[in-house]
């Protein structure tokens, strides 16, 4: 049969099923990509349309033909059958979503980000009410010495976009990852360790990817007021992801 999506059809197109819907996908595209491009939300944190898969938030989890598997790493194929909206999916999502805001200091009301945070609009998609587990409270510092761009490692969920982004697209390799386990921490490559030694400029790529408030510009934090913002208006699954789009043939 046709596969139809976003008013296109061809008979040629392969498909899969997505919670017994038929998504078209194209070679080489993943699971999370065909998704997207069909209009179909999975929950995510980590994977962005511009960099190479990283599987590490595992919000994307999905049941793939009986195996569990990352809808963002693993590739579409002709004729799979896929589970994301399940019960216990969703449960497991929910979860991780409570411990990543008890494993770092989240403070949705005095946040700049509040509103357009992707965390808080994951959190508000899977029902979270409560953080459900204690809070670890963990030591974390704020880096203000940018003239222009704030760290607050606070609310960093350590997904790696502002590594990937600075690696990738700004070429400054100005983040990284340092530490294991509970005390992974994010880091800026300078001498010093500020965020002022480095060649990080607010118009990288780097500076404006976070997902959460751990990465923001100084001097525009309320420049549009909270509850007037993105996810204030909009469940997460009802705000397309940009750059998934596919080119119409």
Do not use: W
């Amino acid at each position: 049969p046709a596969a139809t999506t976003h008013g296109r059809t061809s008979p040629m197109t392969k498909t899969f099923t997505l919670d017994g819907k038929t998504i078209p996908f194209e070679e080489g595209e993943t699971i999370m990509e065909a998704a997207s491009a069909a209009g179909v939300y999975i929950p995510h944190l980590c994977h962005h349309p511009e960099f190479k898969p990283h599987g590490s938030c595992k919000l994307c989890t999905v049941n793939i033909g009986g195996r569990l598997g990352a809808a963002c790493t693993n590739q579409a194929a002709e004729g799979m059958k896929v589970e994301s909206e399940t019960a216990a999916l969703n449960a497991d999502r929910l979860a991780l979503t409570q411990m990543l805001f008890v494993e770092g200091n989240h403070v949705c009301p005095s946040c700049e980000k509040s509103g357009n945070c992707q965390l808080q609009a994951v959190a508000y998609h899977l029902g979270m009410l409560t953080p459900h587990f204690p809070h670890f409270y963990p030591a974390r510092d704020i880096d203000a010495s940018h003239p222009d761009v704030m760290l607050e490692r606070n609310r960093c969920i350590l997904c790696e976009l502002c590594v990937r982004a600075s690696r990738d697209v700004d070429g400054k390799n100005v983040f990284g990852i340092g530490g294991r386990g509970i005390r992974a921490r994010l880091i800026v490559n300078s001498a010093s360790g500020r965020l002022a030694d480095t060649s990080l400029s607010v118009t990288d790529r780097a500076a404006e990817v976070c997902p959460t408030g751990a990465i923001v510009r100084k001097r525009h934090g309320f420049t549009i007021p909270i509850g007037k913002r993105l996810y204030d208006h909009h469940d997460i699954a009802e705000v397309p992801v940009a750059g998934m789009e596919r080119p119409k043939k």
